[in-house]
């Protein structure tokens, strides 16, 4: 009976870090989420504490990500995510229940980067891995936010999850004793919270930059022309709006998927590309297909005079929704897999754009849709020149999920852990603008057509996250793999 009761206390953790991202967005709630989880996995045996961190898991990410059975139309490719993701929070129950003999702060530090640690390794394995639903994403909006440009996204992970246990640390103490460390150790993790919001966030630039961006809204069948024509019309529509009320404009931005047919060979969808980019007179970035012999390759491209001189594919497709990894082997499981009917192919890094502004040459960061969450492409990027980040995005799939309201969050964060300018343009929403201190000047509605006009700053400072990413994530992996061997230690121990 206790343990059932445990498992539901679990349930209850996960549904609460589930409602600190959008569609809830109550941040807060990822402390008493992980302070739960902290303790259902106390004093247990770690077994246990596996199956409760796995039950804490299913109940986050199953509704997190439930926009999958949306783009799917299917429940087992939605629950198999769900679960393989879920997997991973059941290792560190493991790890915290082993951990559980350690008093204190030690034990706090070390149960951080556990999670940390195993956190990177989720969003980086297998298959690149699926970096949705860090806990440093649930921290946009708070005082938390403002440390990402010096310990990155992995290192607001680990503070976020520390806070927590430390407050869970606290409550037992304040219980059972000794109470004034208790209430010592409750008031520090407040403090914490609130000396992050002395931490300065510049959003000067040397130079500026003037964006237009339009997001042509779905296929109403406006046209007879078939959806994939259709949406590269709506979206010359809404370019034509905003030309007409918009003063100069220096660069043309078009979401991901503008055209899904290739405006390098198809007549009817350069015409249309062409026949903007000629009319506007300034660069067009946008997103378009290749299709060659074994897949295709997801690219943004650079359109200067009506003719496409450049372009960056996508580094990182996304498993089982891009591309399907060992078909035949996933498909004795579900015949969903055939619904990826042409692989995506990876492109090569890193993700940007020299793009012409006038006399000068701007280097613009590009990752494309989900890659605004991978670490590495980010900051692959930024450390290549990259003094702006454009994030071209296709939300069509995803009906009225919060899905695109996720990934604006994630170019929230990535805005402020860079210091640099962010526009986030969708086919459907949410399409927004985002200063460097994480400031959203702009933000459209979904499901419709919008566009707008903003100078953004352009910056070559590389914040500590850009400079020592890489070592941050290895140190968490390092500490996670030291956690693990150290909770079977303590359990052979107790034996």
Sequence with gaps: MRSALLLLASALG????????????????????????????????????????????????????????????????WVALSLSQALFIGLVGAIWA???????????????????????????????GFPWGMVAYSQVGTPLLRTSPYIAAVGVTF?????????????????????????????????????????????????????????????????????????TLRTEEETERLLA?????????????????????????????????LTAGIPLLLGT??????????DYGLVVDGEMVAHYSKSRPVPFGEYIPSRDVFRRFTEAVDLVTTDMLPGEGPAVLEVPIGART????????????????????????????????????????????????????RAVEYSRAAVQVSTVGVSGVVMPNGTVIQQSEKQTNASGAATIPLRDDLTPAARFGHVYRGVAVGGALLALIWAFTLRKERQ
């Design 289 to 298: 297909q290749e299709y060659v012999e074994n897949g295709r390759y997801n």
């Design 362 to 413: 701007e280097i613009l960061a590009v990752p494309i849709c989900f890659e605004i969450a991978v670490d590495t492409v980010v900051q692959d990027a930024v450390n290549a020149g990259g003094r702006a980040l454009i994030v071209p995005v296709n939300s069509a799939s995803f009906g009225d999920s919060a899905e695109s309201e996720q990934q604006m969050k994630q170019t929230i964060f």
């Design 98 to 128: 082993g951990l559980s003999p350690m008093k204190g702060i030690p034990a706090s530090i070390l149960g951080a980067v556990a999670f940390a640690g195993i956190e990177v390794i989720r969003t980086n394995w297998p298959w690149g």
């Design 14 to 77: 996960g549904g609460l870090m589930w409602a600190s991202f959008d569609p809830v967005d109550l941040p807060i709630l990822a402390f008493p989420a992980l302070i739960i989880l902290a303790h259902v996995t106390r004093a247990r045996g770690m077994l246990f504490g596996s199956v409760a961190g796995t039950v804490w898991g299913l109940a986050f990410f199953l509704p997190l990500v439930e926009w999958t059975r949306i783009a799917v139309g299917e429940t087992l490719p």
């Design 159 to 231: 503070l976020t999850v520390l806070l927590a246990l430390l407050l869970a640390t606290a409550v037992r103490w304040l219980y059972n004793g000794p109470r004034v460390a208790g209430l010592a150790t409750a008031l520090g993790a407040v403090i914490a919270v609130a000396a992050c919001l002395t931490i300065p966030l510049s959003v000067r630039g040397s130079d500026s930059l003037t964006v237009g961006w339009v997001q042509g809204g779905p296929d109403r069948g406006d046209h007879d022309s078939g959806r994939a024509l259709n949406v």
């Design 245 to 277: 009320n918009s003063e100069q404009i220096d660069l043309l931005l078009w979401p991901e998927s503008a055209s899904d047919r290739d405006i390098r060979v198809d007549p009817e969808a350069a015409a249309i590309v062409r026949r903007v980019s």
